[in-house]
């Protein structure tokens, strides 16, 4: 069995915080992530997916279990006819090239999002009124007792999640996406790039959202702003200065400071504007927020 033992997981995280991973496997085939899913699931280990870290708060403490990182065959996209099929593992921005390339339109709204083809599933990643609801077809999921496609309906994608459990691993995803030409693919993300630009803290280390958007007419993020959190800090965190919906890296962090400051925007926020802030990243290890 190749694993790898006590990776640390803030290299894992676009934030750049957790402690280890008790196991780290790397699987490239199909076969190799079967074989993982059944070691774990015979030795008592939970397992967690971890895509491109980039909507990911994992523990200090880290993670006592197996996680898996899917990379070559479950990392490669490519195009037949209408269809993107791409390993979970598979990057955003690669699916979009080989869209691109292969002259296929649909996944543009995607080019911001920094994560991969299977996590865009379990957390159903959308933006610019588009989301993996909308392009995918089906995805294959693996378990401990095999692998079996899902269409988009069994997925059960809603606002930010899935219907998938934490032990259910996207080993690969099929988009069905629609002919259009290339130098038009290429100038509308060149658009949506520069919107995303102009509103967010795209040079820092942070993990996208914190917050879903409440039941409100403010989004989470013009709720913390009006609470006074813009630029707060707690140890090595601090929410954006640009956008308070984003926890910022700023120097050392520690999960327990982005926690320590998503603990007083839920704090604040229901405080203030009676709102129950639920957090839009995963948590991996042993992670949880106070009560309100
Ligand atoms: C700068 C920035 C901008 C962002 N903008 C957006 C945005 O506009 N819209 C948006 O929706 N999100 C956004 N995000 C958040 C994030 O990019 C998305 O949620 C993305 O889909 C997460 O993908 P990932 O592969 O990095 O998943 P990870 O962050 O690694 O994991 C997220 C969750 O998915 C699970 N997971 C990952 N891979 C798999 C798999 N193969 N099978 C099963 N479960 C898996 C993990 O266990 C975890 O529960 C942004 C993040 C950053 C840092």
Request: with cysteine; hydrophobic share 45%; glycine share 12%.
């Given at each position: 069995m190749n694993v790898e033992e006590r990776v640390p997981l803030a290299r894992m995280t676009t934030i750049g915080t957790g402690g280890p991973a008790r196991w780290l496997g790397r699987p490239q085939?199909?076969?190799?992530?079967?074989?993982?899913?059944?070691?774990?699931?015979?030795?008592?280990?939970?397992?967690?997916?971890?895509?491109?870290?980039?909507?990911?708060?994992?523990?200090?403490?880290?993670?006592?279990g197996l996680v898996l990182r899917?990379?070559?065959?479950?990392?490669?996209?490519?195009?037949?006819?209408?269809?993107?099929?791409?390993?979970?593992?598979?990057?955003?921005?690669?699916?979009?090239h080989r869209a691109r390339s292969g002259g296929l339109g649909g996944f543009e709204f995607a080019c911001a999002i920094p994560g991969t083809a299977g996590g865009g599933v379990r957390m159903n990643a959308g933006a610019y009124g588009?989301?993996?609801?909308?392009?995918v077809a089906r995805a294959l999921v693996s378990s401990p007792d095999g692998s079996a496609w899902f269409?988009?309906?069994?997925?059960?994608?809603?606002y930010r999640r899935s219907g998938l459990d934490a032990h259910q691993v996207?080993?690969?995803?099929?988009?069905?996406?629609?002919?259009?030409?290339?130098?038009e693919i290429k100038a509308h993300v060149r658009e949506l790039n520069a919107q995303r630009k102009a509103a967010q803290p795209v040079n820092r280390r942070t993990f996208g959202?914190?917050?879903?958007?409440?039941?409100h007419e403010l989004s989470a993020g013009r709720v913390l702003e009006a609470v006074g959190l813009k630029?707060?800090?707690?140890g090595g965190a601090q929410i954006s200065p640009r956008h308070a919906n984003f926890i910022e890296n700023a120097d050392e962090a520690r999960t327990a400071d982005a926690l320590a400051l998503m603990a007083e925007a839920r704090r604040r926020a229901h405080e203030e504007f009676g709102v129950e802030l639920e957090h839009e990243v995963a948590?991996?290890?042993?992670?949880?927020?106070?009560t309100l």
């Open positions: 085939t199909l076969a190799e992530l079967e074989e993982l899913l059944r070691w774990a699931s015979s030795e008592g280990f939970p397992v967690t997916t971890v895509g491109l870290g980039s909507n990911l708060l994992a523990a200090d403490e880290g993670v006592d899917l990379e070559g065959e479950l990392a490669a996209a490519s195009v037949k006819g209408e269809i993107l099929t791409a390993g979970g593992g598979a990057a955003n921005a690669v699916c979009l588009g989301d993996w609801k909308t392009v269409d988009v309906d069994e997925l059960g994608l809603e996207v080993a690969a995803v099929e988009f069905g996406l629609a002919p259009r030409p290339p130098d959202s914190v917050f879903k958007n409440p039941d630029g707060h800090r707690i948590f991996v290890g042993p992670i949880e927020l106070p």
